[in-house]
């Protein structure tokens, strides 16, 4: 017999995405120097041109947009190593760089 879950507890995965979707959680990464600094240096940029000042962008909102992005777009993930799956999404990006603007770009 199946049993309801307890109390504040979500039924299917669905709804616990969704909450979980709504709350931060660390989790530890491993980043190269230069991809420190860079990171760093992008987000005090971004920081800086703001044009609405309500939410503070850091080097962790630069990382959960990254991680957003590729979540997205998994399935153009390919390859066995970092450097094969790099290349792929690199590819990818040049990709849609090279298709023509459309009305709906704008």
């Given at each position: 017999?199946?049993?309801?879950?307890?109390?504040?507890?979500?039924?299917?995965?669905?709804?616990?995405?969704?909450?979980?979707?709504k709350t931060?959680?660390?989790?530890?990464?491993?980043?190269?120097?230069?991809?420190?600094?860079?990171?760093?240096?992008?987000?005090?940029?971004?920081?800086?041109?703001?044009?609405?000042?309500?939410?503070?962008?850091?080097?962790?909102?630069?990382?959960?947009?990254?991680?957003?992005?590729?979540?997205?777009?998994?399935?153009?993930?390919?390859?066995?190593?970092?450097?094969?799956?790099?290349?792929?999404?690199?590819?990818?990006?040049?990709?849609?760089?090279?298709?023509?603007?459309?009305?709906?770009?704008?």
């Amino acid at each position: 017999m199946a049993q309801n879950p307890p109390a504040g507890r979500s039924s299917n995965l669905g709804e616990a995405a969704a909450a979980a979707s709504k709350t931060v959680s660390p989790k530890y990464v491993q980043l190269r120097g230069d991809q420190l600094i860079e990171l760093d240096v992008l987000a005090r940029e971004l920081q800086a041109a703001r044009t609405s000042k309500s939410e503070r962008i850091t080097a962790n909102t630069v990382i959960r947009v990254a991680v957003d992005t590729i979540l997205a777009r998994r399935g153009v993930l390919v390859g066995n190593t970092e450097e094969e799956l790099l290349a792929s999404f690199l590819g990818y990006l040049q990709e849609l760089e090279k298709r023509p603007a459309t009305a709906a770009d704008s």
